[in-house]
């Protein structure tokens, strides 16, 4: 199982891959969404963990371009949000998120079998 | 569900180095819109670094730093959607609010307990627009 994990704030990303890997998940991390894309261009994950408020390119965007690649519906996608994000994840639903995770109550069984379930799909 | 006391451990310096940082760069940048200079570019970041505070605090279950975060979130994204302004006393209560927060995460690094956030939290409350 592969992971692109696209996500600016250090402390997320640190925690995310680290947790990730310890279930033996191989991950590659970007910290915004302009390398996350330049990633995607060399690297073929089973799943993107996809933050939402980022620089550069947001997760919207990231989306948009994801899906002009044609690597949406592809590439399952989860965004992660925080509280107050209801609005967000909807739209991100709409530009072909296949759900979301709330990055800040973490559950990791409740995560690892999203992930498996999403990435065997 | 809640973090682990080991990750709670693990994960403490590395919260507060964040943490600092994202406080540090909203107080410069605080500073900027207090001077008068007012670029979207400066919203855009402030409004980055109260959502990254606030995703994080609360995961790590520091909840008065996770409300505040929030609140400056919901203030800045106001703001950037153009649906209010930030006149200079809301920045007052900001710049106020943040120095507070610094405070609160020099305690955390101390006793690993938040400092009370509430007066902080109320003065930015009413320019939000959200109930907490």
């Given at each position: 199982m592969k992971i692109l994990l696209i996500e600016d704030d250090a402390f997320f990303r640190r925690f995310y891959s680290s947790k990730l890997r310890e279930k033996n998940i191989e991950v590659e991390a970007a910290s915004d969404g302009e390398e996350g894309l330049k990633q995607l261009q060399t690297y073929t994950p089973d799943l993107v963990l996809l933050d939402i408020?980022?620089?550069?390119?947001d997760g919207f965007d990231v989306l948009r371009e994801m899906a002009q690649l044609h690597l949406i519906p592809k590439i399952p996608v989860l965004v992660f949000s925080t509280l107050g994000q209801e609005k967000d994840i909807e739209k991100a639903r709409m530009l072909g998120a296949r759900g979301y995770v709330n990055?800040?109550?973490?559950d990791f069984d409740k995560l690892y079998a999203r992930i498996l379930s999403l990435g065997e799909k | 569900m809640p973090l682990s006391q080991d990750d709670q451990v693990k994960y403490k310096a590395l919260y507060l180095q964040t943490a600092r940082q994202y406080i540090d760069e909203l107080q410069k940048n605080l500073h900027q819109l207090i001077q008068g200079t007012e670029i979207d570019k400066v919203i855009d970041t402030l409004h980055r670094d109260a959502h990254s505070l606030k995703g994080q605090s609360l995961m790590m279950e520091y909840k008065s730093m996770g409300t505040i975060s929030l609140l400056m979130e919901k203030i800045f994204e106001a703001k950037k959607e153009n649906k209010s302004e930030l006149p200079e006393d809301i920045l007052v209560k900001l710049d106020e609010a943040s120095r507070e927060m610094s405070d609160c995460l020099n305690i955390i690094a101390q006793t690993s307990k938040e400092k009370n956030l509430s007066q902080a939290i109320e003065s930015l409350k009413a320019y939000a627009n959200i109930t907490i």
């Open positions: 408020i980022m620089p550069k390119k990055k800040s109550f973490f | -």
